[in-house]
């Protein structure tokens, strides 16, 4: 069952005035508001808790709601969130300004609510579009798995996490067997058929797993803060699912997949999305050569003492 | 020049200035709060003045300024508004002690119902 999302606000306004007031009139939206007088606690605020809308005041001491918005922009952590200007700073000048600089919309002080709500769910509602669409942009068409793209920008991201938090991480990568004999023999519109299923049993995993389609037949899966002995485990999982598939376009066809299991601790060094890519792959390759239908861990091999 | 403000002094409300957000239950509670803090803010503005503290009293116009309309005053919040440019333009102590009686004024008048 899927979670209902709640949106975040941010309200970023000197005026205790105005965040009172913005509770009351927000008080039974189905949102999550968070605020701040501070334009520089605001920065920090819309860093960690990625509101999806944030109300802007334009004139500040200290940081001023022009400045504000540049540096938002210009931070690739911040730079999708939406901006409403909140503002009596109602010259048209301030106005395009600030569209200029990428705010949504604006709104004039004193509001009045139910503009103020209606606006507000239009951002929301163009936020989601628009975080839909970035979603869809990377997400493979056929498998309804993350794409090559998302793969390669999450693994970077995963590894540089493992490291600084020293958290368990493991790259597993999958590659069905004699695939191309399948697709010969039963057509294409099988071994499409073939990868939606096995798409399907890797997708089946923890919500953390990361499973992507990395391209034609070979699958990779990002397993957070798992070791390799669980990774393992959970791969050996996919690969008897799979091999137990009952086909009923074909009865009695076995379709197989190989694995390369690898995790941080025993990547080559220095650790980067490509080091453990590659030893990843080494254990893959070793799996097809052992004679396919296996799965197989990179171990590190112990340094020689002289 | 002089200028003659007494920081204590509460207008008796001859003239009710009615929010006209009374009938918004929605806010209700806080209108009647904003009108109970009043003689505080006014005597705030008063004695920023008197101390010749023209940052404080602009950051008090400035705040009537977005927030009063908010509850219902917007005459308030527009006169607030002439106030505070009357700050930020540096214009002759004059002109802001005229401002700021006009705003205080109207803020004494201030009623929730």
């Known amino acids: ?306 | 020049m002089e200028f003659n403000i007494n920081p204590n002094h509460q207008q008796q409300p001859t003239n009710r200035l009615v929010s006209t957000y009374s009938g918004d239950p929605e806010i209700h509670d806080l209108v009647v709060e904003f009108v109970r803090e009043m003689p505080h803010r006014v005597r705030l503005a008063n004695e920023a003045f008197m101390r010749g503290d023209r940052l404080r009293l602009q950051f008090w116009a400035h705040q009537m300024h977005g927030g009063a309309g908010g509850y219902g005053f917007l005459e308030i919040s527009k006169k607030a508004a002439i106030l505070e440019n009357t700050i930020s333009t540096n214009q002759p102590l004059e002109n802001v002690f005229q401002a700021l009686l006009v705003v205080t004024n109207l803020c004494e008048r201030a009623s929730a119902n």
């Open chain 1, 1 to 306: 069952m899927s979670e209902i999302y709640i949106p975040k606000i941010l309200c970023v306004d000197d005026s205790e005035l105005i965040h009172t007031l913005l509770r009351a009139r927000l008080k039974n939206e189905r949102l999550e508001l968070h605020s701040t007088t501070s334009s520089v606690d605001g920065l920090l605020m819309a860093k960690t808790i990625k509101p999806d809308v944030i109300l802007l005041d334009i004139d500040m001491p200290k940081m001023d709601g022009f400045e504000f918005i540049t540096r938002l922009k210009s931070d690739p952590e911040t730079q999708e969130i939406a901006v409403i200007f909140v503002s009596a700073a109602n010259q048209s000048q301030d106005r395009v300004r600030g569209l200029d600089q990428g705010a949504v919309d604006f709104i004039a002080k004193p509001f009045e609510p139910i503009e103020l709500k209606a606006r507000l769910r239009t951002a929301l509602r163009l936020q989601h579009y628009v975080r839909m669409l970035a979603q869809r942009a990377q997400i493979d068409g056929l498998s309804g798995l993350w794409n090559r793209s998302y793969f390669d920008k999450r693994l970077d991201a995963e590894i540089e996490g493992a490291g600084r938090y020293k958290k368990a991480l493991t790259l597993v990568l999958a590659d069905i067997d004699g695939f191309k004999l399948t697709n010969d023999r039963y057509g294409h519109l099988f071994g499409d058929t073939v990868i939606e299923r096995f798409s399907n049993i890797l997708n089946s995993g923890r919500a953390s797993d990361v499973a992507c389609r990395w391209g034609g037949e070979e699958f990779a899966i990002i397993l957070r803060e798992t070791t390799m002995a669980e990774a393992f485990d959970v791969t050996e999982r996919y690969r008897i699912q799979l091999a137990n598939v009952v086909w009923k376009e074909h009865p009695g066809l076995v379709i197989t997949a190989s694995f390369g299991v690898c995790d941080v601790t025993n990547a080559d060094s220095p650790l980067t999305p490509k080091s453990l890519f590659l030893c990843a792959e080494q254990a893959l390759y070793k799996a097809k050569s052992d004679g396919r239908n296996r799965v197989e861990c990179f171990i590190k091999k112990p340094e020689k003492v002289s």
